[in-house]
């Protein structure tokens, strides 16, 4: 499709409609932006890819009021992420949250993506400000006529083309086959599957292996010397080698694909009106969980300052503060995720015996990483500033960020908190043991929950 009809003269125009691109509209529609989405597929794309988020995007569907739907076809897991070797020994693992963590949420989901496609996009019918333009293929941003235009066009994105962006390689490219099935829950094999990802680091085959939820369990395959990656997706010859785990009578295969995982950053999100978001700046391996989590990071981040500017309340140049907060911060999680990796993938034998002795003294443990955002909209400090505030329940029972809104907010000590300002919500008392166990008397919150200064 083309032509001047379908040019966008609003206020932003969003390259791509996956998962990035479908949260970053209702966040822009909700805040009163004239909105418009091309993505060049007529319909949701209808196989699996990303699986799983944490607690913080939990808590950006709330902001973005989807938060119970998407409880709805999602499950909860406290068990983690372990890390075993051929022997079946625990090197590592990564730790669950039981309950609601300090976004207010469990810290981890697991997700079927076209499912999620769906709520996302059926958000967006909430805004007569949000237009969809499905079957549009952009092959120019000079065919949008929007104030700005935001990339989230995937890994081989337009508007990072036209951006120029630069690279910067973390170091890990690895073609893994991605093994999608469809379990039987009455087969014996099937209910003994453990519940936790397993991060299977046997030399001879790594692999991964998850459990979406449902019916829905993943295998993750990494590619060896010899192997051909357009047969290896042929049942025959990835069956034998999940024969530990599952046989072809305990589950139907919904799609087998090889993929290439990546770890890049790109230096250059911004380039006048043109925006990057998701994939189209940075590829996480998944080894973390974390891809698409960055990317629901970057909408969270971007919009509230795109709003800003789109309504006159803050100059052009807090966009500057995008990449330049978001970038060493997605890097922070890809870096992770690049280590994590090399444990699971380490197969020469002086590396893996090297590794063993690392974990003879019994497995260990770890968190998602908490990192500070790079320098920006926020005051040059140490952590907490800079990092997100945990979401306590009010004594109403609310949430905190459903009593804020789309504001600022500061939170502190009642006494401090005395004379109201009507351009940020006062919350005293809110956080109050978090602030003390820091020795922080008072924060100011950004939109995005992220601490801007403390006192």
Not at 179 to 198: K, N
Not at 286 to 312: I, S, T, Y
Request: glycine content about 10%; charged content about 20%.
């Amino acid at each position: 499709m083309g032509g001047a009809e379908q040019l966008s003269g609003g206020d932003v125009a969003i390259v791509g409609c996956g998962p990035v691109g479908a949260l970053l509209a209702n966040l822009l529609g909700q805040a009163g932006l004239s909105v418009d989405v091309y993505d060049r597929e007529a319909g949701i794309h209808a196989l699996p890819r990303a699986v799983h988020f944490d607690g913080e995007v939990m808590r950006i569907f709330q902001s973005a009021g989807l938060a119970e739907d998407i409880a709805t076809i999602s499950r909860t897991s406290a068990k983690g992420m372990h890390f075993i070797d051929a022997a079946g020994r625990t090197l590592m693992i990564r730790r669950g949250i039981e309950g609601p963590g300090p976004q207010g949420w469990a810290g981890n989901w697991y997700f079927h993506q076209p499912s999620l496609e769906e709520i996302l996009r059926a958000g967006l019918s909430r805004f007569p400000n949000v237009r969809l333009h499905l079957g549009h293929e952009v092959r120019s941003v000079d065919e949008l006529a929007a104030r700005y235009v935001v990339g989230c066009d995937g890994a081989r994105s337009l508007v990072r083309r036209t951006i120029g962006s630069r690279p910067h390689d973390l170091g890990l490219h690895q073609p893994w086959l991605v093994v999608d099935l469809l379990c039987d829950p009455r087969s014996p094999r099937v209910q003994a599957l453990p519940e936790y990802t397993v991060q299977f680091c046997d030399p001879a085959r790594p692999m991964t292996i998850v459990n979406v939820g449902g019916r829905r369990r993943r295998w993750e395959i990494m590619l060896m010397p010899g192997d051909e990656p357009e047969h290896l997706i042929e049942p025959d010859l990835f069956w034998p080698m999940m024969a530990r785990w599952l046989t072809p009578q305990d589950a139907v295969v919904e799609r087998s694909a090889v993929y290439t995982f990546h770890s890049l950053v790109q230096e250059g999100w911004r380039k006048g009106r043109l925006l990057l978001a998701g994939d189209a700046c940075h590829q996480t391996p998944p080894f973390l969980g974390q891809g698409m989590c960055a990317g629901m990071r970057d909408a969270a981040n971007l919009a509230w300052k795109l709003a800003a500017v789109v309504e006159g309340s803050a100059p052009e140049a807090l966009l500057d503060s995008y990449e330049s907060e978001r970038r060493p911060h997605a890097a922070a999680f890809i870096e992770l995720a690049v280590k994590l990796g090399a444990v699971i993938q380490a197969t020469d034998p002086a590396l893996v015996a090297e590794r063993d002795r690392r974990f003879a003294q019994g497995p260990e443990t770890f968190d998602f990483p908490q990192p500070q955002l790079g320098p920006g909209f926020r005051m040059e400090a140490p952590p907490p500033v800079g990092t997100i505030f945990p979401q306590p329940r009010l004594a109403d029972g609310r949430l905190m960020d459903d009593v804020i809104g789309q504001r600022f907010a500061i939170v502190g000590e009642p006494s401090l908190l005395a004379s109201e300002r009507p351009d940020a919500v006062h919350l005293p008392g809110v956080g109050s043991d978090w602030l003390a166990a820091r020795g922080i008397r008072a924060a100011l919150l950004r939109p995005d929950r992220y601490i801007f200064a403390v006192a």
